[in-house]
């Protein structure tokens, strides 16, 4: 019995390291994925998609009554800039996720009371605009993503120019 004892135990450990690691890496691999689908228009610039259909899916479970905006970003040669301008009368929402899928903030229409608004994305060390409200991350890449309520899908057409107002793009391009 002395004999599988040392066997066994190795193996707990190799299973317990392994399911470790794949937890501590799945965020990291599905943030990853999805920058790359949503990144089809390059990084640190906001691209707004067409509404969601079932042949034309680019995040798991879109909504259908909600036009997405994307911003994946990648603060290695400094921070970004986002600049919100909702619609009105529609509720819409800005969330960013870093690496890891952790939200580290958000703020919709009506805490933003229907005006437009920007902010800075940074890690810690980088320099920003004084006064501006920053977001710090521990993570360079992540994803800024709006979300814009229609009342009826067919509307998209009446408040597309509007959303499309809203951009990210790094600092040092502001004016």
Known sequence: MRRWTGPVLLGLAVAALTAWAA?????????????????????????????????????VRPSPDLAYSSCPFDLSAGPLAIEVVPVPGR???LSIFDAATDV?????DVEAKGAPYRIIVARAGQA???GAPVVRTSHDRGIALIRL???????????????????????????
């Open 104 to 108: 580290v903030f958000v703020r919709n």
């Open 23 to 59: 937890v501590a890496a799945i965020p990291y691999a599905m943030m990853g994925a999805a920058i790359e689908r949503l990144g089809k228009g390059g990084v640190n610039r906001m691209s707004h998609g067409n509404l969601a259909t079932p042949e034309r899916q680019p995040v």
């Open 128 to 130: 920003v605009p004084a």
């Open 91 to 93: 509720y819409s929402s």
């Open 149 to 175: 309520l229609l009342r009826d899908p067919a509307e998209i057409g009446e408040v597309d120019a509007l959303r499309r107002r809203s951009f990210c793009q790094p600092v040092t391009k502001l004016k």
